[in-house]
């Protein structure tokens, strides 16, 4: 038998990119390849890339360049971009680089293997369509390999909201679900493999409605309850969410089902509505705090996790003071901020700019006000139980490291405890990144 080929495959950006990694590794594992942590001596480098900011995107390019000393040592080497770089900017790619042998945008994954067999002939592997078909349903996995305890599981992909600032409904195409049964497939699969938590992933999973059993549309909380009923399965989580989507079942399962963790990802952007407008956001601040007390009346201890944007076009001192006000009002456990970085195409790279210096301070006053909540919350916790599904060992001996139902890391030092137990433990303390407690 011939020796197995290697494959280094290297991920940016969003846990969609994670999964779908993990699905070409599955795909190219089917012809012969297995995963190396180096890319010295792979035979094919994959770069799975990110192009939501500017600075992502570029990131690619300095990173291809590094393999130039590899590619001219091993010319055997393969080198591909996958991901929304190579769907943004196709074959602009290989003029940039040249050596640049296959480019596969995020909606072809499953035609890989060909592309695979045309670049070792010698050939480009070019293909940024978006085909028809279910690409997972043709990502072949390999047999039952053993899972960590946790898992992605795509159930929703791409995006017609069209955000003024945002790429991704040119890079990951319309919003498509998968069908009820599939998910579902995919999910007994995971837990059979060992995974207790699944986290349902889409650019805007609370919009699923993909086909139940019966033909007619399910949505986001029924495909939930459904999986509520898989045994083994102990936790559901699911990201992201955009306001105007999160329907009363959803809510009302936030309040009801055990097995949903009480933590939800839903971004704002902004709290001034002159800049929402702008944004394309079709929501109020108002009525995205209304939208929270409602969240919360479900499930009072749930924990709150947004995006932020600054420095959009045409945003003032006044505009961000909303946004500081709307942070100061929901308490965020965590938050995730950015300054904006126009994007070619979208309608706001057209505007005027904000002053780099100006968004600059900006974004250091926020991540200032975000980093004072996310302290408080997380020494709020300390003499609190929780519940730990542990994922592996710390850094010091003996111990283990999880996350609670609020995704909080929680490190204890117990000999016992194994990767996959989930256990009560007594929050001790509150590091700036992670908790410590002892098993009850
Ligand atoms: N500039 C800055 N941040 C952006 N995001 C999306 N597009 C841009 C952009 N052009 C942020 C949003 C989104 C998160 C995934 O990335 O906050 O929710
Ligand atoms: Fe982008 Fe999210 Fe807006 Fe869709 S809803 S355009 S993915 S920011």
Redesign the pocket.
């Known amino acids: 038998m011939a020796a197995p080929k290697k494959l280094y495959i290297k991920t940016y950006g969003?846990q969609m990119n994670v999964y779908d990694s993990e699905r070409m590794a599955e795909t190219l594992g089917a012809q012969g390849y297995v995963e190396t942590a180096t890319p010295d001596d792979a035979d094919m480098i994959l770069l799975n890339t990110c192009h939501?900011?500017e600075k992502a995107a570029e990131k690619v390019y300095s990173e291809l360049g590094r393999f130039k000393g590899l590619k001219e040592a091993n010319p055997d080497l393969k080198i591909g971009v996958a991901g929304c770089v190579a769907q943004a900017e196709g074959e602009e790619i290989v003029r940039r680089q040249p050596m640049v042998d296959l480019v596969v945008g995020p909606q072809s994954y499953h035609r890989l293997p060909e592309m695979e067999a045309k670049a070792r002939s010698g050939a480009r592997a070019l293909d940024t369509d978006f085909p028809e078909e279910d690409k997972f349903e043709h990502l072949k996995a390999r047999p039952k390999a053993q899972r960590g305890p946790t898992a992605f599981l795509t159930v929703q992909e791409g995006c017609d909201k069209f955000c003024a600032?945002?790429v991704v409904p040119y890079t990951r195409g319309a919003e498509v679900s998968r069908p009820v049964a599939r998910i579902l497939d995919e999910a007994r699969d995971l837990v059979e493999r060992g995974v207790k938590e699944i986290t349902l992933l889409g650019q805007n999973v609370n919009a699923y409605h993909g086909a139940g059993p019966d033909g007619g549309d399910y949505s986001l909380a029924k495909l939930i309850w459904d999986l509520d009923k898989i045994d083994g399965l102990e936790r559901i989580r699911f990201t992201t969410s955009h306001p105007n989507d999160m329907s009363d079942d959803l809510i009302a399962a936030h309040g009801e089902c055990k097995k949903l963790m009480p933590y939800l990802h839903l971004?704002v952007?902004s709290g001034s509505d002159r800049i929402l407008k702008r944004m394309n956001r079709s929501h109020t601040a108002e009525s995205y705090l209304r939208l929270i007390e409602r969240i919360r009346a479900a499930r009072p201890d749930i924990l709150m996790s947004g995006?932020?944007?600054v420095g959009f076009p045409e945003e003032t001192e006044e505009d961000f003071q909303a946004t500081l006000d709307l942070i100061e009002a929901v308490k965020y456990g965590y938050a995730?901020s950015?300054?904006?970085?126009?994007?070619p195409g979208t309608p706001a790279a057209e505007r005027q700019a904000v002053p780099a210096d100006v968004a600059d301070e900006r974004l250091q006053r926020l991540q200032h006000l975000i980093t004072a909540q996310q302290t408080e919350i997380q020494q709020s916790m300390v003499g609190r139980v929780v519940n730990v599904l542990f994922e592996k060992a710390g850094r010091l001996d003996g111990q283990m490291v999880g996350k609670s139902e609020y995704l909080h890391a929680v490190h204890v030092t117990h000999p016992g405890i194994r990767a996959g137990d989930i256990a009560a433990v007594e929050i001790v303390e509150a590091g700036s990144n992670s908790l410590s407690g002892k098993i009850l």
Do not use: A, V, W
């Open positions: 969003c939501i900011r600032f945002c971004p952007q995006d932020f944007i995730y950015f300054k904006y970085s126009p994007r």
